[in-house]
């Protein structure tokens, strides 16, 4: 069954009128002043960042929910797939208002068990022939943050890099699977600052290089006509407060 092209003309009004008439409702309920909203986010950022900061949400807005949808796959804004999306994008969304939240940087960092004497920064030949895991990235994202481009960037700051390089050990299609391997001490990862700074505060990762490699942005993003405008802006308000502190 599919709609009809009059049904996927009517489905917006219909459900911004639906929503309308639940947001009337739930502000009769006692302390409920956001009602529902659906988010959707990466599955990396909905565990390692959102996630962990949802008992400040429920403080600040009790009797709200959030239907959190952590997937890779782009959920649409115009029919009402979902409320608020945070994108990782390298510039701008264009298919609602964009506000960014977090920029993140992109860093090698390993568990401490990869070096039981300690270590600081380690050298780039000396990283490139350690056991190393890698994110899968889209192959139409050519500046995507791999180890292949940090090797460039070794280079092209002077480092001297020899013989063939053996590829990563291990490849993960989910961030934040690889991750944890890399906590886990099971190889060198290049993460992004954002969903390992708990890790790296903690002392269960380290920074071992000073060769680092630029990130892309996290968007909040929603439809400016959307009929529950005024919740979206205070999730807006609390996110930027958290990705502050």
Partial sequence: MRLTPA????????RDAFLSISDELSRLTPGSRIGHLRVTTTSAFAARWLLPRLESWRAQAPGSTLDLV??????S???????VAIRYARQPPTDGLAVELLRDTFHVVAAPSMFPAGTGIVEPQAILDLPRIEVGWPLTDVGAPTWRHWETAARAAGH???GFIPPP??????????????????GLGLCSDVLVARELRDGRLLRISDIVLPGYGFYFVYRAEHPRRTS?????????GQATA
């Fill in 70 to 75: 952590g997937t890779d796959t782009v959920l």
């Fill in 169 to 186: 050990r291990l490849k993960f299609h989910e961030e934040h699977h690889g991750i944890e391997a890399i906590v886990a001490g099971q």
């Fill in 7 to 14: 049904g996927a003309q009517l489905l917006p009004v219909v």
């Fill in 77 to 83: 804004l115009r029919t009402g797939e979902v409320d």
């Fill in 232 to 240: 979206l802006e205070s999730l807006l308000r609390w996110m930027q």
């Fill in 160 to 162: 001297r890099i020899n």
